[in-house]
Every structure is written in C-alpha cells, then in structure tokens.
T-cell receptor, first 109, second 116 residues
Framework: DAKTTQPNSMESNEEEPVHLPCNHS???????IHWYRQLPSQGPEYVIH???SNVNNRMASLAIAEDRKSSTLILHRATLRDAAVYYC??????????FGKGTRLHILP | NAGVMQNPRHLVRRRGQEARLRCSPV?????VYWYRQLPEEGLKFMVY????????ESGMPKERFSAEFPKEGPSILRIQQVVRGDSAAYFC??????????????FGPGTRLTVL
C-alpha cells in the first residue's frame, strides 16, 4: 500500500501558483520523497525528488517539512498543460515505485 | 535520444488468445519495470527485471503472466489465455544502472490492451 496521503483532486486557475500537499507521517530516515505526474493518456513522468532539503528544478519546487512528515509540490505558474494526476511517492532502497491514487489537478482557464 | 518505446500502442485480443507487449528501454538502461493500470485506477507494480534476471516479481499474477528481459532485444511481457479482466494499460519504465532510492524511472507511452 502507498505510504502517502494526498487530496483526491484540486483546482487552480491558469497562471497562478499551485501547492499540492502530501502527508507521509510514517516516513523512514532512508525514504526519499518523489513526485511523478501522469498527463491524460500518457505514461507517468518524473517531476522532482528530495530527501531533507527543499529542491528546485525547471518544472517545480519541493518543500519538505522539517520533521519530513509532509511535503508540498509547488508549480509556480500553472498552465493548462499541467492538468494531470500528481503522485507523491516514498522510495526506500527498493527500486519499484508504489503508486497511490494521487491528486487530480484541474486547471481553470 | 529516444526514450522508452513500447509497442504495440494498442492491442486487441479475444479471450483465450496470447498478448505480447514489448518494451525497449532508454539506451544504456539495464533496469526495466512493468506496471499495470486498470481503468480509472492507479498504477500497480508488476515486475522488475535486469538483463536476463527477474529481480522482483511480487506484483505479477501467479498464472498466465510472464516477463523477460533478454541479453539482446526488448523486454517482453507475455499474457497467456487473456481474459476480460486483463484489459488495462501496461506501462514499462527503465532506469540507469545505478540502482537505489534516487534513480529516476523513465516511462513509456504504454500499451492499451483490450480483451473482447
């Protein structure tokens, strides 16, 4: 079973920032926090990952709570192309990904 | 600089037939994973392979399903005697040789299997 909890769906207006929350209260010291997203009719794609410190890349930012029991994926300026299901995933030393139900993000024009 | 390739993209089979799904990983990647996504559901891990070895098949149904990743050629997911419940999207992913918690998995576009 997935070890993360995410809202089923969220809405955001186009060109505004989006904050996608994820709770992972049972995270272990060796778990990395990964985010993937799946656009309609496509395979998942990697977004970002981190361990303890906040991370930034060209797609998004990842803010990790100090106790690591929660994190937030931040899309700085959402576009219609960001409408997707976003998965927050904990990965330990195993290589397989355990997907949860994710958050379905709707972008309003 | 091709990504993960899967073929066919769409496959239709009648009950009892065999389905063969192929996956060519990113060039240089030696780890392959297969996932299944039933309609309106999340992705479920099926099997993890390295070249000529099955590393983790904990998500594979015990019967009718098999997977291989030969030394040469693509990885194959084989479903024998398909049933309607096998209708799903099957995604393949690959990752580079460095295994561990930080490796990124690159996913293919999927094969959508429909069993009539």
């Amino acid at each position: 079973d997935a070890k993360t909890t995410q809202p089923n769906s969220m809405e955001s207006n186009e060109e505004e920032p989006v904050h996608l929350p994820c709770n992972h209260s049972t995270i272990s010291g060796t778990d990395y926090i990964h985010w993937y997203r799946q656009l309609p009719s496509q395979g998942p794609e990697y977004v970002i990952h981190g361990l303890t410190s906040n991370v930034n890349n060209r797609m998004a930012s990842l803010a990790i709570a100090e106790d690591r029991k929660s994190s937030t994926l931040i899309l700085h300026r959402a576009t219609l192309r960001d409408a997707a299901v976003y998965y927050c995933i904990l990965r330990d030393r195993d290589d397989k990904i355990i997907f949860g139900k994710g958050t379905r993000l709707h972008i309003l024009p | 600089n091709a990504g993960v390739m899967q073929n066919p993209r769409h496959l239709v089979r009648r009950r009892g037939q065999e389905a063969r799904l192929r996956c060519s990983p990113v060039k240089g990647h030696s780890h392959v994973y297969w996932y299944r996504q039933l309609p309106e559901e999340g992705l479920k891990f099926m099997v993890y392979l390295q070249k000529e070895n099955i590393i983790d098949e904990s998500g594979m149904p015990k019967e009718r399903f098999s997977a291989e990743f030969p030394k040469e050629g693509p990885s194959i997911l084989r479903i024998q005697q398909v049933v309607r419940g096998d209708s799903a999207a099957y995604f393949c992913a690959s990752s580079p040789i460095v295994a561990g918690s930080t490796d990124t998995q690159y996913f293919g576009p999927g094969t959508r299997l429909t069993v009539l």
